[in-house]
Nanobody, 121 residues
Framework: QLAESGGGSVQAGGSLGLTCTAT????????MAWFRQAPGQEREFVAA???????IYLDSVRGRFTISRNNAKNTAYLQMNNLKPEDTAVYFC?????????????????WGQGTQVTVSS
């Protein structure tokens, strides 16, 4: 199971941090990712980190968002800086059963409940 924390409301240009904590045991360090879904839109990939800490980003967040992980704590993080109103969405944490990261939401087996991020102009 995955549980997100963090999020909230901030003005444009501000920063927020999200945390995703995984419970349960795994024989590998599974890839973890963040997706987001704005009202009326499809879920969108944001960032992912593999078990070996290879990282991929959505182009529009690269340079502003940083994904990281702490394997000892089974936790992934998303630090979001210079937030824009278009970043407003519900953010979901996801995990695969293997170490390789992926852009595709269908390849992630486990999902958190989501946390709201609202950026005002």
């Amino acid at each position: 199971q995955l549980a997100e924390s963090g999020g909230g409301s901030v003005q444009a240009g501000g920063s927020l941090g999200l945390t995703c904590t995984a419970t349960g045991r795994s024989s590998v360090n599974p890839a973890m990712a963040w997706f987001r879904q704005a009202p009326g839109q499809e879920r969108e990939f944001v960032a992912a980190i593999s078990g070996a800490e290879n990282i991929i980003y959505l182009d529009s967040v690269r340079g502003r968002f940083t994904i990281s992980r702490n394997n000892a704590k089974n936790t992934a993080y998303l630090q979001m800086n210079n937030l824009k109103p278009e970043d407003t969405a519900v953010y979901f944490c996801a995990a695969r059963t293997i170490e390789d990261a992926s852009y595709y939401d269908t390849s992630y087996a486990f999902w958190g409940q989501g946390t709201q991020v609202t950026v005002s102009s």
